[in-house]
């Protein structure tokens, strides 16, 4: 029914700087979460930051200062904007909403395929 699609992942030295960005289509009449979270190999998927329709943005406290995250919400699309990029930021990071697809339907978490970030030294 809804379908999440990243893009803007791929290598960048460290210190540098990526724009990744997350679009939802499909049968969607609101969208009241839009968020990040990551994986390394080996390791738990993690919040990376998140927004909730009328709130401020929560982040990792290992991301605050660096990456901003964003929501247009007229187009479904949610941004994350990470600068000062270290190698501990190497993972695959996937986008994820909380979806009512209709009026009256309860909330439906999605995710996206996950795209590949890779910080060099």
């Known amino acids: 029914q809804v379908q999440l699609v990243e893009s803007g992942g791929g290598l960048v030295q460290a210190g540098g700087s990526l724009k990744l960005s997350c679009v939802a289509s499909?049968?969607?009449?609101?969208?009241?979460?839009m968020g990040w979270f990551r994986q390394a190999p080996g390791k738990q998927r993690e919040l990376v930051a998140s927004?909730?329709?009328?709130?401020?943005?929560n982040y990792a406290d290992s991301v605050k200062g660096r990456f901003t995250i964003s929501r247009d919400n007229a187009k479904n699309t949610v941004l994350l904007q990470m600068d000062s990029l270290k190698p501990e930021d190497t993972a695959v990071y996937y986008c994820d909403a909380d979806v009512h697809s209709d009026r009256w339907s309860v909330n439906t978490r999605y995710w996206g395929q996950g795209t590949q970030v890779t910080v060099s030294s």
């Open positions: 927004m909730i329709t009328g709130d401020p943005a």
């Open positions: 499909g049968t969607i009449f609101s969208i009241n979460r």
